[in-house]
């Protein structure tokens, strides 16, 4: 080779180089950090896989941070190192931090602005509802959503001579009395079980039974809202379960789910409370007799039971991205609500599909007559249109509440404090809590 | 006595070397500690964009919230029961391996095993034997007649908490005492027991007032270790339940500020929590000092 042609060589090889680089310009990157491990984290990166797969100019790279609260706190830490995603997915107590947060782009604003024309009433109001603000806009996108309902022994209930509860109509918490008294005359160790105390027996009984949980419409409508949960029907039930102890036709498992749980697969106890996302747990767990789902159970004077609220989280979008960053996070949204997507999601973790569509698909796959008991969650959810009280919950320090709860309750299952003072406490320790919160956001 | 001293030529060479270690000590104590204590005097919401002065509301809110006194008496009855427990057991495992001639250095290895369990492992092994639902201890202790059920009761899940703890620290005492009790000279011992001292009195009137720098020494790290680093134990274990009986300070500390983001009222516990181990660490050493003897 020539000294010329050596030189010409390189001048084209650089040019094939450069306009190959111009061509193959690397896809914008979307960051979504979430907290979906094991199962539902390989679903989560089934999804993102047939995003990115079916176009080339964003790339979705989702990461697991960890636990719910440590993604937020990641997200948090992050944001202040001005490095934070695109995407954060937070969990549903900490809805009112981030709304407040002056740090997230409003997925109803970020839709509107890249030209999708959502027409929000085609997807599950008890679930969006729970993500807006007071004018009814939606500030983030929901992910997982569940609720609670009653898992009951079949084996066991067979035994009693108990006929089985049905998937849509509850029972009254009376006739709870009665079946779980049944259960104890037939021998079994105890009668129910509840994981999640302060969101089962609480929130969504208030919600249910259209009880205010706090003031200004639950807490949507101003910061300056006040804990109500120690009105006389709260208090009654309370002193209901309290009672059932003395013969264990109540007993108490532990906060989380995990002593309930293992109660109700080792036969200890013939009914167990908890999230509709803990099937697919059971399923695999419980091998030596035969479970059903129903609704969670209503109070005979409730004639119309409200909806349940959702527990779960939902996806937010931080600001200070390009505008070309947000055509992808936008597309990305868009995709994940495709009744394909929602049907995947929901098929797959036990969480509830957010569209109309996707709901209307799955039953007409025949996936309910299949499956029935996926069903019961749905059912008990969009039973009725949310009210203004049983739409969901905003409380600032919400976790701190829940806490504040779950401790009072405990006092109350040990007996050291009657479920009147408990309740009372209860809601005046939160107040106090709510009024910090309200002091560090009014300037 | 002679007096040895090395003279460095150059005046900024001295400096030039200590600099590291302050810089790592500034940039990781000192800098956060700042910064929690100013943090301690502010209102802020978790983003960090509204950050308000409030002088002490954080501490006054802190000293009128019952719960919190409540959990300073927890975390003082947790201390010391897990530091008077892990010691004594201590120094017991240590005076008896000390006598044993035969297979001395397995025994001792396997007494040491325990403190490279961390301490979250440590609680779920406790767990898995003390767990109302699920625990092998607890089911016999049920049989026994006694009624068990750490989840429900606040001085069951106290205990423990306590033992998890304790048991976990027990090793790191016995080394110590074990190494004390071989600086013991053996002339002393053998004196005595010619002299008709049995082996209590021997471990009594010798072994012990011997052992008192060590005693000293492992009484202010078992202190410290039961108010910081068993926030793992309490939260495999507890989370600080049932009805609040063992949230301890340091795990007070984790709740509101990690899992709650009160970030103002979580650095006034730290603050407080901070004045508390000072206060106990000087305590000790100006008036339980005195009665240590030094030897030589």
């Given amino acids: ?153 079949v084996t066991l209930f067979e035994k009693a001579g108990i006929p089985l509860l049905s998937k849509t109509d509850p029972v009254t918490w009376d006739e709870m009395g009665e079946i779980t008294a049944k259960l104890i005359k037939s021998g079994v160790a105890g009668g129910m079980v509840t994981a999640w105390q302060s969101w089962t027996q609480v929130e969504n009984y208030s919600a249910m039974h259209n009880l205010e949980f706090a003031s200004k419409s639950n807490g949507y409508e101003g910061l300056d809202c006040e804990l109500k949960i120690n009105n006389e029907k709260q208090i009654n039930h309370i002193a209901r379960l309290k009672s059932w102890m003395d013969d264990k036709r109540f007993f108490y498992g532990g906060q989380k789910y995990q002593g309930p749980k293992s109660e109700f697969i080792a036969q200890n106890a013939g009914i167990y409370i908890d999230s509709i996302s803990g099937i697919a747990n059971l399923k695999k767990s419980i091998k030596d007799f035969k479970w059903d789902i129903a609704p969670l159970p209503v109070e005979s004077w409730m004639k119309e039971p409200q909806n349940s609220i959702i527990g779960g989280a939902s996806l937010w979008v931080f600001k200070g991205y390009k505008d070309k960053d947000y055509e992808g996070v936008a597309a990305f949204m868009n995709h994940l609500a495709r009744t394909d997507m929602q049907i995947l999601w929901h098929k797959e973790t036990g969480y509830f599909p957010i569209t109309i569509n996707a709901y209307e698909q799955l039953k007409a796959d025949g996936y309910y007559e299949e499956f029935p008991y996926q069903e019961v969650g749905v059912k008990q959810l969009t039973r009725r249109n949310p009210t203004k009280i049983s739409r969901g919950l905003r409380l600032g320090y919400f976790i701190q509440i829940r806490n504040i709860i779950n401790e009072e309750l405990e006092l109350v299952w040990n007996g050291s404090k009657t479920p009147k003072q408990a309740m009372d406490d209860a809601a005046a320790r939160s107040n106090v809590k709510l009024r910090e919160f309200e002091k560090t956001y009014k300037q | 006595m002679l007096k040895k001293r090395s003279y460095f030529k150059s005046k900024t060479l001295p400096y030039i070397l200590i600099l590291p270690q302050v810089l790592v000590t500034l ?51 947790f201390s010391a029961s897990t530091a008077a427990l892990s010691i004594c057991s201590g120094l017991f495992l240590a005076a008896m391996a000390n006598r044993i001639f035969k297979f001395k250095a397995v025994i001792r290895t396997f007494l040491i095993w325990p403190y490279a369990v961390a301490p979250a492992i440590s609680g779920i092994l406790w767990l898995f034997l003390l767990h109302p639902s699920f625990g ?98 309490i939260h495999t274990v507890t989370q600080g339940g049932p009805g609040g009986a063992t949230n301890i300070l340091v795990y007070k500390v984790y709740q509101d500020g990690f899992i709650g983001l009160n970030l103002g009222s979580s650095a006034a516990q730290s603050i407080v929590l901070m004045i508390l181990i000072i206060t106990i660490t000087v305590l000790q050493f100006k008036y339980v000092e005195k009665k240590v003897q030094y030897t030589g």
């Fill in chain 2, 136 to 233: 092998v201890a607890a089911i016999a202790i049920k049989n026994m007649g006694i009624e068990w059920n750490p989840v429900l009761k606040g001085n069951h899940a106290l205990i423990i908490v306590i033992l998890a703890s304790s048991w976990k620290q027990v090793s790191y005492n016995f080394v110590f005492f074990m190494a004390g009790m071989q600086a013991i000279p053996k002339s002393l011992i053998e004196a005595a027991a010619m002299d008709g001292a049995g082996p209590f009195r021997r471990f009594w009137s010798i072994t012990l007032p011997l052992l008192s720098p060590t005693l000293f020494f492992v009484t202010v790290m078992n202190i410290i270790f039961a108010f910081f680093e068993t926030f793992g134990i």
């Fill in chain 2, 27 to 77: 940039t990781f104590f000192y800098w956060p500690a700042v910064q929690g204590l100013a943090q301690s005097f502010m209102l802020s919401d978790p983003f960090g964009f509204n950050n308000r002065f409030v002088w002490f509301d954080n501490f006054t809110a802190l000293f009128k919230d019952p719960l919190y006194l409540k959990s300073i008496g927890i975390t003082l009855i």
């Fill in chain 1, 1 to 153: 080779m020539t000294r010329q042609n050596r030189v010409t060589f390189i001048a084209v090889l650089l040019i094939v180089f450069f306009c190959a680089g111009q061509v193959l310009a690397a896809p914008i990157e979307i960051h979504w950090w979430h907290a979906m491990r094991g199962a539902r984290g390989e679903v989560v990166d089934n999804i993102v896989k047939v995003f990115n797969d079916s176009q080339t100019e964003f790339k979705v790279i989702a990461t697991c941070k960890g636990e719910y609260d440590e993604v937020v706190n990641a997200g948090i830490a992050a944001l202040r190192a001005k490095k934070q995603p695109h995407i954060l997915q937070a969990f549903e107590v900490g809805t009112q931090t981030m709304m407040l947060s002056g740090a997230i782009y409003p997925v109803y604003q970020l839709m509107k602005d890249k030209g999708y024309n959502i027409d929000w009433s085609t997807y599950l109001q008890p679930v969006l509802s729970y993500y807006m603000d007071a004018d009814g806009n939606l500030m983030s996108m929901p992910f997982n959503s569940s609720t609670p309902v009653m898992y009951y022994n």
